[in-house]
């Protein structure tokens, strides 16, 4: 069965960082491209971050970009999402995800399935 | 950025009921659209890829529809376990985006 579980979230003050995990089994882990998808209550869903099944591409929203670093770990299974410069508006339930079906080659975007659990994050001083 | 806007917000419908949610980019996006579900204190589920193909497991009362512009996600006959939010996601490019959400409340 394919299971993601995400960790790392907490309590941080604006400014500072923080670093996100999710750990992947039950499929082959360097087949697939790997995502991070937020959400908050006032803004729902939103897209974060993608990195190629081998780790050589990677993709950020705007909102993010320059601040957050995507990388995974072959050898764990295991994704991280870095987070620096840490906003408010960062603040947001994290989830990952495993991303399938990418529209016309594999470095593009795809469908997340499945997704982790998630994990919260509060910036706030 | 491609926006998606997702319709109606919410509905009330009753168990055995057919609801029909509407999903619409601003730009066209072929078929490269999915839908989730999503129940309170739970992670998203995927439910439907490239518009209208199930994923492995998901009820066949579950039926997407639509290219280019405009799709539907239709749920032929509401079951207990259906009540959730569903979003719709665009994978045409990146950034892929997702709709506002459509809350099927319990009638």
């Known amino acids: 069965e394919m299971h993601l579980v995400a960790s790392g979230g907490g309590l941080v003050q604006p400014g500072k960082s923080l670093r996100l995990s999710c750990a992947a089994s039950g499929f082959t882990f360097d087949s697939y491209a790997m995502t991070w998808v937020r959400q908050t209550p006032g803004k729902g869903l939103q897209w974060v971050s993608t990195?190629?099944?081998?780790?050589?591409?990677?993709y950020y929203a705007d909102s993010v970009k320059g601040r957050f670093t995507v990388s995974r770990d072959s050898s764990k299974n295991t994704v991280f999402l870095q987070m620096n410069s840490l906003r408010v508006g960062d603040t947001a339930i994290y989830y990952c995800?495993?991303?399938?079906?990418?529209?016309?080659?594999?470095?593009?975007?795809?469908?997340?399935?499945?997704w982790g659990q998630g994990t919260l994050v509060t910036v706030s001083s | 950025d491609i926006q998606m806007t997702q319709s109606p917000s919410s509905l009330a419908a009753s168990v055995g009921d057919r609801v029909t949610i509407t999903c619409r980019a601003d730009q066209g996006i072929s078929n490269w659209l999915a839908w989730y579900q999503q129940k309170p204190g739970k992670a998203p589920k995927s439910l439907i890829y490239?518009?209208?193909s199930l994923q492995t497991g998901v009820p066949s009362r579950f039926s997407g529809g639509g290219s280019g512009t405009e799709f539907t996600l239709t749920i032929s006959s509401l079951q207990p376990e259906d009540f959730a939010t569903y979003y719709c996601q665009q994978y045409n490019t990146y950034p892929p985006t997702f709709g506002g959400g459509t809350q099927v409340q319990i009638k």
């Open positions: 990195i190629n099944y081998s780790g050589s591409k990677t």
């Open positions: 490239a518009a209208s």
């Open positions: 995800a495993r991303v399938v079906y990418s529209s016309g080659g594999p470095d593009r975007p795809g469908v997340h399935d499945p």
